[in-house]
């Protein structure tokens, strides 16, 4: 069966630091990935998906980025943490077609301090 | 741009009591509508979808019918158990050129007394 990992499931971390969040896929081959965040008061929002490794798309211009090294890992990234990065982040994975669900990660909580 | 309204929380309800928490959409085309569950301390997980017009989506004991005429999929179930106790979330799926994008509402948190 297909499984998906997330870590860390929290994270504190000062202003100007960087970042690095890992998403691991199992049971699965070429899905679809996704990295979304909920900032308090708001939705999930798609910050990046990916179609396959080193095909990276952003849906929102901000401080992150994200990479795809291999064909069932996803790695959220950033040179130098805002506050306006925390936030609960989201790893998830879909087979690639319409009208299919998505599997999500268990999360990521992180605050900026 | 596609969006979802998702009725503000948190709800508490007694056991046994009805539940409705309401969505309502925005979007070109004919978009695919889901409601996913997050439990306390767990990651999210689909709970039901419709895929087109008068689709209704059912899953333990929970359901929701797509009205395009009112763009709403709202989630009802008759009888709320403790164990429902979670944080619903109102998405779609665009139709666009990302294949697979979720638009999510903000969520709307549960809780269910005995």
């Known amino acids: 069966s297909q499984t998906i990992h997330q870590w860390p499931a929290t994270l504190v971390q000062p202003v100007g630091s960087p970042l690095s969040l890992e998403c691991t896929v199992e049971?699965?081959?070429?899905?679809?990935l996704y990295w979304y965040r909920q900032a308090a008061g708001r939705g999930l929002q798609l910050l990046f998906y990916s179609v396959g490794i080193g095909q990276i798309s952003s849906e929102v211009p901000q401080n992150l980025s994200a990479s795809r090294p291999q064909d069932r890992q996803f790695i959220l990234s950033s040179k130098k943490l805002l506050l306006s990065d925390s936030g609960f982040y989201l790893c998830a994975w879909s087979v690639t077609d319409w009208e299919t669900e998505a599997f999500f990660g268990q999360g990521t909580r992180l605050t900026v301090v | 741009g596609d969006s979802v309204t998702q009725m503000e929380g948190p709800v508490t309800l007694s056991e046994e009591a009805f539940l409705t928490i309401n969505c309502t959409y925005t979007a070109t085309g004919y978009p695919s509508l889901f409601w996913y569950v997050q439990y306390p301390g767990e990651g999210l997980q689909l709970l039901l979808k419709?895929?087109?017009?008068?689709d209704k989506g059912s899953n333990k004991g929970f359901e929701a019918t797509y009205r395009k005429e009112t763009t709403s999929f709202h989630l009802e179930k008759g009888s709320v158990q403790v164990s429902d106790s979670a944080v619903y979330f109102c998405a779609l799926e665009h139709r666009g050129s990302t294949l697979g994008r979720l638009y999510f509402g903000r969520g709307t948190q549960l809780t269910v007394w005995p």
């Open positions: 419709a895929t087109k017009a008068d």
């Open positions: 049971g699965t081959s070429n899905p679809n």
